[in-house]
């Protein structure tokens, strides 16, 4: 009986070389560097010299990795929309409404950044000067927490508590959108994470109102 050639089983990708791995680890210090950086001095003061020297490594480094500042800076924003929405999976459940849920998520992501207002207000500038090819790897990142929105919306669809008739993708951005503009008042009027909270829970019900179902 003729026998079939045995081949190793594979468990999972194949692990990274010793090359790689210090490619990899490069990159993420100058994220972690260039996070801090920002948010301490704003983007146009955190020179790419300076990002180096925090991360303990060359100006050729930061090139090798990155093609210049922006590049860079616009990977610490898509990290960061990584991170929160691994942090609103985690704590997402238990609610019993729509509306309870996206509150939830929002004011989550409200704490997420609280101690990085400087951080997250370079990004809004920074979000009028990228150019168009950093504009749309951006928008991959954004993309995460839109899903993880609609995804909400959807569940209140397909459970009745929600008229069908709801544009779920355009509520989603909307949310999103009002969520980015409310960080003007803890900015530059002193909001905290409560008055966050309940601006984004009136905005919610707004954009909600007219779809929700008698119970």
Not at 29 to 54: H, M, N, P
Not at 67 to 72: I, T
């Amino acid at each position: 009986m003729n026998q079939m050639p045995t081949r190793p089983f594979t468990t999972g990708p194949a692990p990274l070389t010793r090359r790689a791995l210090a490619k990899q680890q490069t990159r993420q210090r100058l994220l972690a560097a260039a996070k801090q950086l920002v948010t301490e001095r704003g983007y146009e003061a955190a020179t790419v010299r300076d990002i180096a020297a925090a991360a303990d490594l060359s100006t050729g480094a930061v090139f090798a990795s990155f093609s210049d500042k922006a590049e860079l800076f616009n990977e610490v924003i898509i990290a960061d929309y990584a991170a929160l929405l691994e942090r609103m999976n985690s704590v997402a459940a238990g609610e019993n409404s729509t509306h309870a849920t996206l509150r939830k998520l929002l004011a989550l992501a409200y704490e997420f950044h609280a101690g990085e207002l400087p951080l997250v207000q370079a990004v809004i500038g920074f979000s009028w000067q990228r150019d168009a090819a950093i504009e749309r790897r951006n928008r991959e990142g954004v993309t995460l927490i839109l899903a993880r929105l609609s995804e909400v919306l959807r569940g209140g669809v397909e459970s009745g508590e929600l008229a069908p008739t709801l544009d779920i993708d355009l509520i989603a951005e909307m949310l999103w959108d009002s969520y980015v503009a409310n960080y003007r008042r803890a900015i530059f009027d002193g909001w905290d994470l409560e008055a966050l909270g309940d601006r984004i829970a009136n905005q919610i019900d707004v954009l909600l109102d007219g779809y929700q179902n008698a119970a």
